[in-house]
Nanobody, 121 residues
Framework: QVQVVESGGGLVQPGGSLRLSCAAS????????MGWYRQAPGTQRELVAT???????TYADSVKGRFTISRDNAKNTMYLQMNSLNPEDTAVYYC???????????????WGQGTQVTVSS
């Protein structure tokens, strides 16, 4: 019923930029918190950035000043603009959305399938 899909990952050289998108679709009543997480091989999944329904944002210290999270509520879409990428940013990036489906007032946590970001020369 509700689907969350990331896109925009790929291979980029150090110092380059990528823009990730996370689109929620289906019968959605509202979307509350959204966030980006990442997980590199052999590591725990870590929080990258979050954004509330009124566009308040938080960032991990490792990406602050380089990444920008935003959302377009009309499109049910969240973005992560990643600049000045370095090899340590290499990971699978996941979108998380707290969604209230149209079927009822209860909210659920939805995860996207992940999109690979590789930073390498």
């Amino acid at each position: 019923q509700v689907q969350v899909v990331e896109s925009g990952g790929g291979l980029v050289q150090p110092g380059g930029s990528l823009r990730l998108s996370c689109a929620a679709s289906g019968s959605i009543f509202s979307i509350n918190h959204m966030g980006w997480y990442r997980q590199a091989p052999g590591t725990q999944r870590e929080l990258v950035a979050t954004i509330t329904s009124d566009s308040r944002t938080t960032y991990a210290d490792s990406v602050k000043g380089r990444f920008t999270i935003s959302r377009d509520n009309a499109k049910n879409t969240m973005y992560l603009q990643m600049n000045s990428l370095n090899p340590e940013d290499t990971a699978v990036y996941y979108c998380k959305a707290i969604v209230a489906p149209s079927s009822g007032p209860r909210t659920y946590q939805y995860w996207g399938q992940g999109t690979q970001v590789t930073v390498s020369s």
